[in-house]
């Protein structure tokens, strides 16, 4: 008689993303302003999460220490394995080359800089050899390989979009960041841009955080969380 021995568990993998009575505050005039009063969230590898809010709710500040733009004055916060209150400012730099993208509302883009120079930034600053030939494969892969030398100037609000999520993808990030990266255009155009979006998150296999007060757009991630007053409703 042949014994069947139990299948081995799987073992489960860490979040990308894990908050822990995580808080935000500042002081003002007035005293002191809490913005994030205590959020515990995970967010697994993969994943695609939309964080809704109406303004000032605490969401864009939510991503702001989850990029490590910002420190947070309580809790923890944890990112692909890395206590991100253990770096300091360069080393929380290198991170966020190394692990992230990030597309803003506002483009960020250099104007002096053609759409071919804006993408490559951060590869070059990686160390990249092939920065030039990369930055314009990710243009073409966004519709715009007849733009390379092309200055933000010269780029309609949608274009400019595109350059910033080729940027952003460039350098193969495990996580994407996106506060509000439709707001400045138009709904057309905006919902060309989030298929874009959704697109190339699916193709690299990065995880998505969606910062949006929209709640059809926020529809199209896996899940959706709100944040009303500094906490998850």
Partial sequence: ????????????????????????????????????????????????????????????????????????????????????????????????????????????????????ENVAVPLELAGRPDATAVAAEALRRVGLGHRLSHRPAQLSGGEQQRVALARAFAPGPRLLLADEPTGNLDSETGKLVMDLLFDLCGQAGATLLLITHDPVLAARCGRTVTIKNGLLA
């Fill in 1 to 116: 008689m042949i014994e069947l021995l139990p299948k081995a568990a799987t073992p489960s993998r860490p979040p990308i993303i894990s908050l822990r009575d995580l808080r935000l505050s500042i002081s003002a005039a007035a005293g002191t302003v809490n913005i994030l009063r205590g959020i515990d969230l995970d967010i697994e590898t993969g994943e695609t999460i939309g964080i809704l809010g109406p303004s000032g709710s605490g969401k864009t500040s939510l991503l702001m220490l989850v990029a490590g733009l910002e420190r947070a004055t309580g809790g923890a916060i944890t990112v692909a394995g890395t206590d991100l209150a253990r770096l300091d400012e360069d080393a929380r730099a290198r991170f966020r080359l190394a692990q992230m993208g990030i597309v803003f509302q506002s483009f960020h883009l250099i104007p002096t800089m053609t759409a071919v």
